[in-house]
């Protein structure tokens, strides 16, 4: 009763069509039950009497019932799917709001098609509760009432005998419906997880092809697919009780009404008309008593979606926007960790008391080994974490105290796997800044150094990137990313190891592009490619969720620590010999007696 009450709460927008539709439930069954007595008079009063003057009114009185009950169901079932696919609609909004509210915390420990499975099964199931159920039900209850007093009214001998079956019928579907709700439930949930199985395998096609696992995966799905149909089975028997019930409980009552009935009849205790009027009566009151029992698992299946839905409207995001969070206007950039540590788990955390301050401009560099806290780093300048302890700062005021929407739209972030959405190379670009212009748009793209190859593809700039960028190379869809960034004019970067998918020429071609975008702004760079980082202002070097060492290129190069060590590990130097010229790092390795010169890519 608590979900039912909170769904009407959260869709009372939706009264202007519960209205009209309310009367016209009630009005619709008033109109086809006040047909048999039509029939009653049309044997008792014409045709046994031999009225002739009266059978035209007589019909015509049918006819105007006939039409109204038909005029009022056909303006029931517009109303209906009106009212269901509104609430369908707003559901979903509230959903896909949810999950961005939720954010990257969620993405992270949810699976995505448990989610879609949300929008594809179980809303349409809520939505149906709502537009087409209750009222159904309405319907029917209304019928039931009308009718059985209209029996009573005619014959309560032959309707006492027929009100014994209602609740008979009732107490049967009690005990049918119990288990059909459990095995909806638990059809239901196999049904995500097979959304979950299909949209791994799907994304995942190039690792099972290339690793020979079609077998083992397909071996997967299909124990998925053959307990989905189990329980779908399960529900199916479930089904066919209740009707076959319903068939069965329909003869016996037929028989009831035509023998008792017609006893009535020749013992001269009612009248034919009657009989017939009864007979009616009851064929239109069994029906939506019928009806109610299917009804029923339509409800139980409804409020099984209804428990997932609101179980997932009511997790909590991770980050929350304080009431007197404001927007921030003019930014310069001045980004501080205050003793900021952080963990996905309580017990394991990932940062570890980490302070420091990047000045307006500034290029920040974020290098270590893995699982050393960059990224998480990173994700706390953008607050898709909120610290655990401590505080990060903009411009001296604690993130928290910002909006999150007016934070992130002064920080771009070029991510390392970069996402494209399938549609046109224009509007991938655009997504930096909603109502960007044409000149703009193209002019990022030249100064990311996209628009050489954008202009060779058949469509140009209008051409469709495919599923996730499949139709583009992982250095083509990077400028892409590059350029997004530069059109949403960002003073706080962040990059995370933004070359790393490109080869010696698309890495050269980018170099004038970063130095572009990076120039005038608060740039933090995640590197594992030390190459990367050497003109930085500062380097932070995190191992096990600390700063363990922090200073330039060369100061970092001067002293012996993890930074040195990785350094020499990826250049191959044995024996501390490190000269720089012409932005070239030669490392001389005495031990082969080679030399190795490696050109150094900056950022």
């Not at 950039?333 to 401009?361: I, K, M, N």
Request: include cysteine; charged fraction near 20%.
């Amino acid at each position: 009763m608590r979900i039912f009450l909170r769904c009407l709460n959260d869709h009372r927008h939706l009264r202007r069509v519960w209205l009209p539709l309310l009367l016209l439930t009630l009005l619709s069954p008033s109109f086809t039950l006040a047909i048999p007595l039509v029939e009653k008079w049309l044997i008792d009063g014409v045709l046994v009497p031999l009225r002739l003057d009266l059978l035209p009114l007589t019909l015509a009185a049918y006819a105007g019932l006939w039409l109204l009950a038909s005029v009022t169901s056909m303006l029931v079932f517009p109303l209906r799917a009106y009212l269901s696919e509104h609430f369908a609609l707003r559901l979903r909004q509230q959903l896909f709001a949810h999950c961005e509210a939720l954010s990257v915390a969620f993405s992270h420990r949810e699976h995505s098609g448990r989610t879609m499975a949300l929008f594809v099964n179980d809303v349409p199931s809520l939505s149906g509760l709502f537009g087409t159920t209750l009222f159904a039900a309405l319907t029917s209850v209304v019928g039931i009432i009308i009718g059985a007093a209209l029996m009573f009214l005619l014959s309560w001998q032959l309707a006492i005998v027929l009100a014994i079956t209602p609740p008979l019928l009732a107490a049967v579907g009690a005990l049918v419906t119990r288990p059909l709700r459990s095995a909806m439930h638990r059809a239901q949930e196999k049904t995500a997880e097979l959304s979950e199985r299909l949209q791994e395998n799907l994304a995942g096609i190039r690792e099972i092809v290339a690793f020979g696992r079609e077998h083992s995966q397909g071996a997967r799905l299909g124990t998925t697919l053959r307990e989905l149909l189990h329980l779908r089975l399960r529900v199916t028997l479930l089904d066919t009780a209740i009707h076959s019930g319903q068939s069965v409980s329909s003869l016996a009552i037929t028989l009831i009404v035509l023998g008792y009935g017609g006893y009535l009849v020749i013992e001269g205790h009612t009248a034919l008309g009657t009989l017939i009027a009864m007979r009616t009566l009851f064929d239109i009151v069994f029906h939506p008593a019928t009806q109610m029992l299917g009804l029923i698992g339509s409800l139980q299946k409804a409020l099984a979606s209804a428990d997932r839905i609101y179980a997932f409207l009511d997790q909590k995001p991770r980050v929350q926007e304080r009431p007197e969070a404001r927007t921030p206007r003019a930014v310069r950039g001045a980004v501080a960790f205050e003793g900021v540590s952080f963990a996905y788990q309580l017990d394991r955390p990932v940062l570890r008391d980490v302070s420091f301050t990047a000045q307006p401009g500034q290029v920040i560099a974020l290098v270590g080994p893995s699982g050393a806290g960059k990224s998480t780093l990173a994700s706390l300048i953008a607050r898709f974490y909120d610290p655990t302890a401590g505080r990060v700062l903009l411009d001296g005021t604690d993130l928290r105290d910002l909006t999150l929407a007016g934070l992130r739209s002064h920080i771009g972030i070029v991510f390392q796997d970069t996402f494209l959405f399938d549609t046109t190379i224009r509007e991938n670009i655009a997504f930096g800044r909603e109502g960007a212009t044409e000149r703009e748009i193209v002019e990022a793209a030249r100064a990311a150094n996209a628009w050489e190859f954008i202009e060779r593809l058949p469509d140009g700039i209008d051409t469709r990137v495919g599923e996730r960028g499949v139709q583009l190379s992982e250095g083509q869809k990077q400028r892409l990313a590059i350029a997004r960034a530069l059109l949403r004019q960002p003073q706080v970067l962040i990059l995370d190891e933004p070359t790393s998918a490109l080869d010696a020429r698309a890495e050269h071609l980018l170099q004038s592009a970063l130095d572009n975008l990076m120039r005038g702004r608060t740039t933090f760079v995640i590197a594992h490619r030390l190459a990367t980082v050497q003109r930085a202002d500062r380097i932070l070097v995190l191992d096990k969720g600390r700063i363990v060492e922090q200073g330039t290129h060369a100061e970092l190069l001067q002293q012996p620590g993890l930074y040195r060590e990785l350094f020499e590990l990826q250049f191959g130097h044995a024996d501390g010999q490190i000269l720089a010229t012409n932005g070239q790092v030669v490392t001389a390795n005495r031990r082969s007696g080679i030399d190795q010169r490696s050109a150094v890519t900056t950022a």
